[in-house]
């Protein structure tokens, strides 16, 4: 193929972009002296079929439309400047380059000495230079038909209060399950099937939170030991689905098989979030492979050090730092986001080590023109927008301190959970704290309880299961020595390591995960469940299984634990039944209008209201919350009041059994017990009980008991 005529055409919209008569082609090369489009026939075309000089140049952009291509057509650019990285250039044309905008990537990276822009045996390490075409081993961009048939679809716009979370990766969510056709097994369409949607709404949950899907890399040093990139956080392209999950093919269908999935989960009312990686691409750092961002303009793309531009800032722990100070870079981050609410109907973004977008110079800016140009952006801050509230550069630890609009992973929840369940002391003021929705964190900042996402578990450590079977990491499969991954587990593993037949010690971990979901989905905030922890899912104590593609990681339905999932299933049930559980405001601790008992109030065992003192108490482990139900303010569209049952909750992470005494008559007159971890029961036991009875809570265990509403 030889193309026989080139426009000039337009800088604008970046990328390739085809309008039904042939491809508009835009590249960001700021630095680049020239720029060369490269076109393929094949997937299996090891050299450009046409090589098309780019010489329209409009300010930083470079721009050429070419008639007559279609849908399907391959292509990659070389880029031409200086090789000059102690200055921070490394261009090199022997270097195919995936476009960052590209909307599809064609296949998966085929490791070879030429991807890299400098020589393996050459002394001057990556000062020198690689003259090997990288064409044949590197993945071509695919120009898409961007049309599809959304129909009547729809955001369903379930707001924070009362959504429920689960976060899961799409290979592995499937890969093993009986019901799905084996051909579809791992990809979108699986989680598009009849079977999957059906479990997601018996479940109960509101959105799915997708593990990465934006195209990535898998490093070659574990490809070289036969591991992969199973998680994903490597990306290399912030337009293209990932190629891996497709079930239909390369050339774009990947594409109209994504937006069927989202379609098919939305008709079902279901949420589709996106975590997304944009503090960091797959190209490491000055060793590391030059793939796109690096060949196409590194001083622009990447934050260098200032002193060296040799090397990278890295504050992501992966070799390099996207400079999302920069303008373009800026652009291309927005541009991806509103691409996949606007052409893909995605409903929100998890942000992966989001404090790294905040940098400014060196600190962590909360106010950064990240957060400023999304708070504007009417597209982009009108969906979810969930951070991970971290990274591993100094003072990057950042929970509570991000901007109005967001919500934000509560790390601080997390291990206070863990740890008042683990028996740990001095835990009661904080646990309160936590199971109110951390207003020390958020009310400042005039956010609401739904600031806070609450975890138990993420899909980084332990699963529920392991978290309560192992006491040390298992992670050997790795190939690091068992060196990676975390090194606290911050639990407690109910009696023996691993595996066990004792039934003493599984009767203890199975109750132990009942109190981590009941308390989970109790609390006020936004709860976000991991897939598989519902059914007991292990990876048999491996805490770091980002290279595991296979049973370590997937989901084993074949051994599903059905009684935590039945638990599980009326545990969700019972919260979105109870606006009590899921407030929209802050608790306030005043007297509720019409009645003389405020919204919360917290108990000892022995049935009195806890004092200053109490709450100081070194070794107190146990106590008790009254929820008002009259206490929820308006909420209805009229501005109705919204009146619930009351409940009491009880909480024993002692040891042994306590006594907890019901409070007085004011707080309700006749009490019904609705959940039992050591019962593993959630629902009405038929007996009611009185102001001041006694009921005994066994150790290590939750009970709810539910005063009916009474309207008045």
Known sequence: MKTSTVYPGSPYPLGATWDGEGVNFALYADNATGVELCLFDSTESETESDKIKMTERTHQVWHAYVPDLKPGQLYGYRVHGPYEPENGQRYNPNKLLIDPYAKAISGTIEWHDSLFSYKFDDPEGDLSFNETDSAPFIPKAVVIDPNFDWGKDKSPKIPYYKSIIYETHVKGFTMQHPDIPEEIRGTYAALAHPVTIQYFKDLGITAVELMPVHHFITDRYLAEKGLTNYWGYNS??????DVRYSSTGTLGEQVTEFKNMVKALHTEGIEVILDVVYNHTGEGNHMGP????????????????????????????????????????????????????????????????????????????????????????????????????????????????????????????????????????????????????????????????????????????????????????????????????????????????????????????????????????????????????????????????????????????????????????????????????????????????????????????????????????????????????????????????????????????????????????????????????????????????NPGDDIEVEGRSVVLMRHPKQKS
């Open 236 to 241: 290399i392209g912030f337009f293209a689905p």
């Open 290 to 689: 030059t793939l796109s961002f690096k060949g196409i303009d590194n001083a622009s793309y990447y934050r260098l050090v200032a002193d060296n531009q040799r090397y990278y800032m890295d504050y992501t722990g992966t070799g390099n730092t996207l400079n999302s100070n920069q303008p373009s870079v800026l652009r291309l981050i927005m541009d991806s986001l509103r691409y996949w609410i606007q052409e893909m109907h995605v409903d929100g973004f998890r942000f992966d080590l989001a404090s790294t977008l905040a940098r400014e110079l060196h600190g962590v800016d909360k106010l950064g023109s990240f957060f400023d140009i999304i708070h504007q952006d009417p597209i982009i801050s009108q969906v979810k927008l969930i951070a991970e509230p971290w990274d591993v550069g100094e003072g990057g630890y950042q929970v509570g301190n991000f901007p109005a609009g967001w919500t934000e992973w509560n790390g601080k929840y997390r291990d206070c959970m863990r740890d008042y369940w683990r028996g740990e002391n001095s835990m009661l003021a904080e646990f309160a704290e936590r199971f109110t929705g951390s207003s020390d964190l958020y009310q400042d900042d005039y956010r609401r309880p739904t600031a806070s996402i609450n975890f138990i578990t993420a899909h980084d450590g332990f699963t529920l299961n392991d978290l309560v079977s192992y006491n040390e990491k298992h992670n050997m499969a790795n190939g690091e020595d068992n060196n990676d991954g975390e090194s606290h587990n911050r639990s407690w593993n109910c009696g023996a390591e691993g595996p066990t037949d004792d039934p003493e010690v599984l009767a203890l971990r199975q109750k132990q995960k009942r109190n981590f979901l009941t308390t989970l989905l109790l609390s006020q905030g936004v709860p976000m469940i991991v897939a598989g922890d519902e059914i007991s899912r292990t990876q048999n104590g491996n805490n770091n299984a980002y290279c595991q593609d296979n049973e370590i990681s997937w989901l084993n339905w074949a051994e599903a634990d059905k009684e935590l999932l039945e638990f599980t299933r009326k545990l969700i049930k019972l919260r979105k039944e109870h606006p009590v559980f899921c407030r929209r405001r802050w608790f306030q601790g005043q007297p509720i209008k019409g009645t003389k008992l405020q919204d919360i109030g917290w108990f000892l065992p022995e049935g009195t209201e806890m004092t200053d003192e109490h709450w100081n108490h070194d070794y107190a482990k146990s106590l008790a919350v009254f929820l008002n139900g009259r206490g929820l303010h308006s909420r209805g569209p009229k501005g109705e009041q919204i009146i619930d049952d009351s409940f009491y909750v009880i909480f024993n992470a002692y040891h042994e059994p306590l006594k907890f005494k019901l409070p007085p008559k004011p707080y309700g007159t006749a009490w019904i017990k609705t959940l039992d971890t050591s019962e593993n029961r959630v629902e009405d036991e038929g007996v009611t009980y």
